[in-house]
């Protein structure tokens, strides 16, 4: 069974930075992807960043430029370097994690959430 543990949520003020992370136990397929989503309260979660192990990443027009999302594939871990960050950007943060034991057959897993609140 996989698990996503999620650390690095808390208060910020506009302008501020936070760093997110994400540590995957279990048995994971080498190709996967790890995201980062979010939702904020009476919002649809939504993506924020992904990763690919390929290393090809996708970003939320609107964290374009300041969030950055990184991978340390031996550690089974995935960041999100949150800079310049916005009171919009409160969040509940999601951990994601998609596998692939091959193109038909997937698993993915969530973390549990860590709360990021900007404001001053």
């Known amino acids: 069974q996989v698990q996503l543990v999620e650390s690095g949520g808390g208060l910020a003020r506009p302008g501020g930075s936070l760093r997110l992370s994400c540590v995957a136990s279990?048995?994971?397929?080498?190709?996967?992807?790890m995201a980062w989503y979010r939702q904020a309260p009476g919002k649809e979660r939504e993506l924020v960043a992904a990763?690919?192990?390929?290393?090809?990443?996708n970003y939320a027009d609107s964290v374009k430029g300041r969030f950055t999302i990184s991978r340390d594939i031996a550690k089974k871990a995935a960041y999100l370097q949150m800079n310049g960050l916005k009171p919009e950007d409160t969040a509940v943060y999601y951990c994601?994690?998609?596998?692939?034991?091959?193109?038909?057959?997937?698993?993915?897993?969530w973390g549990q959430g860590t709360q990021v609140t900007v404001a001053s």
């Open positions: 990763m690919m192990t390929t290393g090809s990443t």
């Open positions: 279990g048995r994971i397929f080498d190709f996967n992807a």
């Open positions: 994601n994690l998609q596998t692939y034991l091959d193109a038909d057959t997937g698993y993915e897993y």
